[in-house]
């Protein structure tokens, strides 16, 4: 494989890309420093296919990546090979607009392979390759120029190793015909929605005791508050104000400005200058949640009380028996909330209900609420036993 040298300017990056789009897959990587901004900063990206590799550096001055953008996200002959691509996907996302699509996660398609649930890139490589990844350019503050030698090896190798596992992977796949199992997954990766960061929806990732409307009403206005300070300055949203905090003023308000000066987590500058008067806006034109987007009760997930968490735990114990048997990771099967819903008797819009995971378990876990399936250990080994099959 021919290994370019650190691509800097916009000619060499268009007859890249152009060769590239000629590929049928390309293996992508970036890096990116995130501790001290809102939005990820792309310090580097590194591409590949079977046959070249090179990392880019959209650091440097006038280069114009629209070549490589317009490659990930408009070209939809050539796959996308990512390994736990998500954050990724979203600097690809917050640069145009949409994602990288038809996409590849090798972590996800990992997981139909039966080699865990989270497995990290270096014991990937590890498993396919034999290759012991050198970790030690790991930590780089990848924002300073210039790059030396051994950090740009280090990056470009997530992309070389990556693009040589992969049609190892796709025979794999093959082979116990699985890769349509991936597909549904694969979708749902790259889905723009998830990418998106709406100041309406910030609220819901802020932790808060109680469900009255008035103190959700008010999370809701200081969350979207927070996340268009942060987007406006380009800091992290917990440099604006922490959760715990936006939490404890949702629920005991301040009357005005200056007790602020009071509120555990603030500066009491915060009791006069102008941050804090945006706050207390804010506050003062929250209205109570509506109806509609109060959520859901915790409780109402378990179906009948008790009874219903109990069937929800024994479809849990069916998941790990099937995932044991099958060789696949239990995540890829079932997410928890499925289970819970299919405990509470929900039947409609489940991923397990439909296509190859209702062959694969849903049928069973089915079959296991309607009280036609039970457990019986046999030589030693707990299994599944039809109810037909006890006559």
Partial sequence: MHIHDLIDDSAALANLCHRLSQSPFVAVDTEFMRENSYWPELCLIQIADANEAAAIDPMAPGIDLKPLLDLLTENDEVLKVFHAGGQDIEIVYNLTGKTPFPMFDSQVAAMALGQGEQIGYSNLVESYLGISVDKGARFTDWSRRPLDKRQIEYAIGDVTHLSTIFPKMLERLRKTGRGAWLDQEMERIANPANYANDPEEAWKRVRIAGRKPEVLGRLKALSKWRELEAQAKDLPRGRIIKDETLADLA????????????????????????????????????????????????????????????????????????????????????????????????????????????????????????????????????KMTRAEDEG
């Avoid at 009071?262 to 941050?275: E, F, K, M, T, Y």
Wanted: aromatic share 4%.
């Fill in 251 to 382: 629920g005991t308000p301040p009357k005005k400005q200056a007790d602020l000066a009071r509120v555990r987590g603030l500066s009491p500058a915060w009791a006069n200058n102008d941050i804090g008067a945006r706050l207390m806006a804010a506050l003062e034109a929250a209205k109570p949640m509506s109806a509609a987007d109060m959520p859901a009760r915790e409780d109402r997930k378990q179906g009948n009380g008790k009874e219903g968490a109990l069937v929800a735990d024994l479809l849990k114990l069916l998941l790990k028996i099937r995932a044991r048997d099958i060789d696949v990771a239990a995540k890829l099967l079932a997410r928890t909330e499925d289970l819970e819903a299919l405990a509470a008797g929900q039947r409609e819009g489940l991923a397990i209900l439909e296509g190859w995971r209702f062959e694969q378990f849903g049928k069973d876990a089915l079959a296991l609420v309607e009280g036609r399936l039970a457990f019986a250990v046999k030589n030693g080994k707990l």
